[in-house]
């Protein structure tokens, strides 16, 4: 299994070191725009193996997409991370750029590759990957629903002081203010969650949830990257291993859940071909309005998009 990494800065070197030390991949190719900086980071990762133990081997090079040929999985994590003050759909259109060239790069070394989008704003970045690469929709997956559910995971684990692990749920929605947490879907070993915590206590998480990026931006100056990076690399292993594992993941709508292009996160089946299967969940009256505002919310970016790289309407 040959992996690339597009991006050394923080999610993407993260996610090379997950995909290294986890050994899910034989190869990982780290490739930036800043000169030097892929390969020192693929270096220092490389150097770490006989310490931790692993022996995947990762390479880092400056813009050469010859060695990123033969990808089964590239992950596109290239572009600004926002500042303090700034919403993810603020970087659209510088990372609109960057993401169309990288796509249309990888695709030519990699025809066959799943694409993994990580840059924001994540639902639309997806969508220009899916555009730009012709590929089928199954092939390019937007990585967000994982890290979304891992911070409300993390937040119930402190509100019941027990361990994240035993903490399942599910959220759907944009990568976005507009996230959709699903409480009536969460369970803690087994136990509906309804049960273990009042109203207001879980009223509290999702919100602390839907603004989690947020949250970290505003303690950092920048972005997240620990979980980011690791939520990737989660979904690669899920691909490599074909585990059939199911998370929510960004993908183009064609009709389920009653939308039509738009590219939302929903829960996935993630095996060898990518996306094996949509799955539609019951949703209640409220739950179907949360997901509508939230397919809005895409949409509205999504024309912006158009209407940066002069697609047609
Ligand atoms: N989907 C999600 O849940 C998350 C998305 N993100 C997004 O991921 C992106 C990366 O975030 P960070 O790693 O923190 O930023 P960063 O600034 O640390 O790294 C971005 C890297 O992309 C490189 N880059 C820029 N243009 C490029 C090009 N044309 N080709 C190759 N490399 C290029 C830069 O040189 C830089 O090293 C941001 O857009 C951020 O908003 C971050 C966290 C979570
Ligand atoms: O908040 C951001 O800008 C980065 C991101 O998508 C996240 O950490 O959820």
């Keep these: 299994m040959k992996v690339t990494v597009i991006g050394a800065g923080n999610v993407g070197a993260t996610c090379a070191d997950v995909l290294a030390y986890r050994e899910i991949a034989n190869e990982v190719v780290l490739l930036d725009i800043k000169e030097g900086i892929a390969e020192g980071k693929a270096l220092d990762i490389w150097q770490k193996a006989p310490i931790t133990l692993y022996d995947t081997r990762t390479i880092g090079v400056t813009n050469d997409y010859n060695r990123t040929a033969n990808s089964d999985v590239v992950v596109i994590t290239s572009g600004m991370p926002r500042k303090p ?144 990076g690791a939520a990737a690399a989660q979904m690669v292993e899920a691909i490599a291993r074909d585990q059939r594992r199911i998370f929510p993941c960004c993908v183009k709508l064609e009709g389920e859940y009653g939308i039509d292009n738009c590219y939302l996160g929903v829960p996935v089946i993630l095996g060898k071909n990518g996306v094996e299967k949509i799955i539609e969940v019951s949703l209640n009256e409220e739950e179907k309005k ?3 505002v939230s397919r809005q919310k895409v949409s509205e970016v999504m024309a912006a998009y158009d209407r940066i790289v002069g697609v047609k309407q």
């Design 85 to 228: 003050g700034m919403s993810r759909d603020d970087l659209i259109e510088v990372n609109a750029k960057i993401v169309n060239s990288v796509t249309e790069n990888v695709i030519k070394h990699s025809p066959n590759a799943i694409l993994i989008v990580v840059s924001n704003p994540l639902d639309v970045m997806t969508y220009a990957a899916h555009v730009t690469s012709k590929f089928p929709r199954t092939r390019v997956i937007g990585m967000a629903g994982i890290l979304d559910t891992a911070r409300y995971r993390a937040f119930l684990a402190d509100a019941l002081n027990c361990s994240p692990k035993d903490i399942q749920a599910l959220l759907m929605g944009g990568h976005g203010d507009t996230m959709v947490p699903l409480p009536r879907y969460t369970t803690v070993a087994g136990i509906p969650v309804t049960e273990l915590l009042d109203k207001e206590t879980i009223d509290a998480i999702v919100q602390r949830t839907i603004h989690g990026g947020g949250e970290l931006v505003k303690l950092m100056g920048t972005s997240a990257w620990y979980a980011p």
């Design 290 to 292: 949360l997901l509508e």
